[in-house]
């Protein structure tokens, strides 16, 4: 042990000593407070179950204290705070059926429990809890996130079905995973889940983002010999990395209300204007550190050479932050440093590099020094603060520092599934079933008129673990389309343009940056419009919406209506507008007439009132100007009310 392990080595038990003098006594065992944040800033001492703020992260620590020492008294102690976890849980009303942030953590804990004590009443404990929690994982859960989703929910669960292989553990296996294809969400090059409001997509990184559900469906994918899950993590890593900023040399923070200027985006410039002006985020929670370390992770299970590029421009990135950041007072780790350490560590061992580790020591040992200096660690929700708690507070810190001293120590930010078990073929989901279901709902008329006319659709699904997209995907439904006859060919293609249309507005992330900062301001500007004096519409511009788009078919395809759709084939040819809005989860259609598709169209340029009634006029062979500017400007506010034109303030 040199000087830095030496000094590493005895803040571990500092922290130990300190964590012991904090804890209180009650007859249900060993307990903390631990400090929590109001959604106003006011900050309040509160005991919960949690691993995240909560008992059970106190209890990893000394669970892995003891694995580090075999010291009893830590393992007694942390007994004691499982038993106080597991009370607590009985006896209050459960709010969170969670991994991170709720009551699967518990579950978790008594499985690293039972880990280190080889005690079989932890497991029937942890058993125990899952069977009593089971209808909550179920049906009380609405993220799909590490964090607080039923991606975490499926490693807990997965992890306890390696030591049991109990057929209820097996049967909520395959709900949750059943859910995250459902939720999946197609991208240009990949897969995501969930929108978040103030955000330009859906989330990247490990706590909510796409790495941490990708993290999950490898390592469950790897305990449980279910290759089709790995296949699902790497279309997440591949959406995740359509957000890398060569020029930041990291992942895009997707959190626009952090940054006060995004928020005013000017939307002409789209996402290369927010790439300019956003920083990058090195954190585990979101962004560049937890990537970095998911990315080390699926090297080590996938042997893909882009995973390791990916690790090392995150590990690069995180030693040229330490180089500009001189003093930060946060080694927490879901949001400061310490997820910086845990990277240098973890890539210096996946890879090799010993600089790597010395890195990691120094950071370490710059923590120290400012714990010295400060007497205490402050807490990830406040510098000025001390805080217990494992992901934002002292107690992951000295985890962290167990990590440095000895390999075999877990992960808290990188959970691994070490024991392994053959899930039965009947419990899992084909990779063809993933496919369909993930791309099908994208396409389905056009897959429903292919059907209805003898094409099968199903063998686009099989074509293996390679080059699988949603172009992809387009592109063999285009090839299936092509055999068909001439007509039923042209009927096909009507409503695959269509359908193709609404693809692309749910992969451009042009329309994605709108639709979250505009989503307010249709509110705010109805207002103005709501007097009755017309002379206010003279001051603006008005112009379709950027998240709009008509597309013009020569017959109806009524949206989830699958008889309509194939009546269609009996019916001749028309002409038919559709608009196209985009939500925040779907892309609405709306029929609209000759009338209001012609309107729309003079407006796919800014123009004042002055214009379009210029334009109407000489269109209408009509001099009325006072009738047409009344109906115009009654249409426009409808326009408005559907979000479908917005106004701009007129310097003319």
């Known amino acids: 042990m040199n000087e830095i392990e030496k000094c590493i080595h005895d803040e571990v038990l500092w922290i130990a000593e300190e964590l012991i003098k904090a804890s209180k006594e009650d007859e249900n065992g060993l307990f903390w407070e631990?400090?929590?944040?109001?959604?106003?800033?006011?900050?309040?001492?509160?005991?919960?179950?949690?691993?995240?703020?909560?008992?059970?992260?106190?209890?990893?620590?000394?669970?892995?204290?003891?694995?580090?020492?075999?010291?009893?008294?830590?393992?007694?102690?942390?007994?004691?705070?499982?038993?106080?976890?597991?009370?607590?849980?009985?006896?209050?009303?459960?709010?969170?059926?969670?991994?991170?942030?709720?009551?699967?953590?518990v579950i978790y804990t008594l499985i690293k429990l039972y880990e280190v004590s080889g005690n079989p009443s932890d497991l029937e404990t942890a058993n125990a809890l899952f069977l009593s929690l089971k209808n909550g994982i179920i049906d009380k859960v609405e993220l799909d996130d590490l964090l607080s989703g039923n991606a975490g929910n499926l490693f807990v669960i997965t992890l306890l079905y390696t030591y049991t292989q109990?057929?209820?553990?097996?049967?909520?296996?395959?709900?949750?995973?059943?859910?995250?294809?459902?939720?999946?969400?197609?991208?240009?090059?990949?897969?995501?889940w969930g929108y978040v409001s103030?955000?330009?997509?859906?989330?990247?990184?490990?706590?909510?983002g796409t790495c941490g559900i990708a993290h999950v469906l490898l390592e469950v994918g790897e305990a449980l010999d279910y290759s089709e899950l790995k296949w699902v993590a790497e279309k997440a890593f591949a959406f995740e990395d359509e957000y890398y900023s060569v020029s930041l040399a990291s992942w895009v923070d997707m959190r626009v209300s952090d940054n006060p200027e995004i928020k005013d985006l000017a939307l002409e410039q789209g996402l290369s204007y927010y790439l300019e002006n956003e920083k990058s985020m090195n954190a585990w929670a979101h962004g560049n550190s937890g990537i970095g370390l998911s990315r080390c992770n699926a090297y080590t299970i996938l042997k893909k050479k882009r995973h390791k590029i990916s690790a090392i421009r995150a590990v690069s990135n995180t030693i040229s932050d330490i180089e500009k950041e001189k003093d930060i007072p946060n080694y927490t780790l879901s949001t400061g440093l310490g997820s910086w350490i845990e990277l240098l560590l973890t890539t210096s061992r996946v890879l090799k590099e010993e600089s790597f580790m010395k890195e990691a020591k120094n950071l370490a040992k710059k923590a120290i020094d400012y714990r010295e200096s400060n007497s205490f660690y402050g807490s990830g929700w406040y510098s000025n603060k001390s805080d217990p708690a494992l992901l934002v507070g002292t107690s992951g810190i000295g985890h962290l520092f167990l990590q440095l001293l000895n390999e075999n120590i877990d992960s808290i930010l990188l959970p691994k599934i070490k024991s392994k078990k053959q899930l039965p073929p009947e419990s899992k989901i084909t990779l063809a079933s993933f496919k369909k279901s993930i791309y099908e709902k994208y396409l389905e008329r056009t897959i429903w008129f292919l059907e209805n006319n003898g094409i099968c659709v199903d063998k686009v699904y099989e074509s293996g673990y390679n080059g699988f997209n949603s172009r992809g995907f387009s592109r063999k439904i285009?090839?299936?389309?092509?055999?068909?006859?001439?007509?039923?060919?042209?009927?096909?293609?009507?409503?695959?343009?269509?359908?193709?249309?609404?693809?692309?507005?749910?992969i451009n992330v042009n329309y994605n940056i709108y639709r979250e900062h505009k989503r307010d301001f249709f509110r705010e500007q109805l207002s103005k419009f709501e007097s009755q004096d017309f002379s206010i519409f003279h001051e603006y511009k008005f112009q379709i919406s950027r998240h709009v788009k008509i597309v013009n078919c020569e017959w109806q395809w009524a949206q989830s209506d699958k008889k309509a759709c194939l009546e269609n084939q009996y019916d001749n040819k028309g002409d038919?507008?559709?608009?196209?809005?985009?939500?925040?989860h779907h892309v609405y259609e709306f029929p609209i007439s000759q009338s209001s598709a012609f309107l729309l169209d003079i407006l796919k340029r800014p123009r004042t009132l002055y214009n379009v009634i210029e334009l109407l006029k000489r269109k209408l062979e009509t001099n009325n100007e006072e009738i047409l500017q009344q109906k115009f400007i009654q249409q426009l506010k409808y326009f408005m009310e559907q979000n479908f034109v917005e106004a701009k303030k007129y310097a003319g």
Request: aromatic content about 12%; proline content about 2%.
């Open 34 to 105: 631990t400090l929590h944040k109001e959604p106003y800033g006011d900050f309040y001492n509160q005991v919960n179950e949690e691993i995240y703020n909560g008992v059970s992260g106190i209890s990893l620590f000394f669970i892995s204290l003891y694995k580090y020492t075999n010291n009893e008294e830590y393992l007694q102690i942390a007994k004691k705070s499982i038993a106080w976890t597991v009370s607590h849980i009985e006896t209050l009303p459960i709010k969170y059926y969670t991994f991170y942030t709720g009551t699967i953590g």
């Open 478 to 506: 285009l090839g299936l389309i092509k055999v068909l006859d001439e007509e039923k060919k042209r009927m096909a293609m009507d409503i695959f343009k269509l359908e193709s249309i609404i693809i692309d507005m749910h």
């Open 198 to 208: 103030g955000t330009i997509d859906s989330l990247i990184g490990m706590s909510h």
């Open 166 to 192: 109990d057929p209820e553990q097996e049967s909520v296996i395959r709900v949750l995973v059943e859910r995250l294809i459902r939720n999946a969400r197609i991208s240009k090059y990949g897969l995501k």
């Open 576 to 584: 038919y507008n559709v608009l196209l809005r985009l939500g925040r």
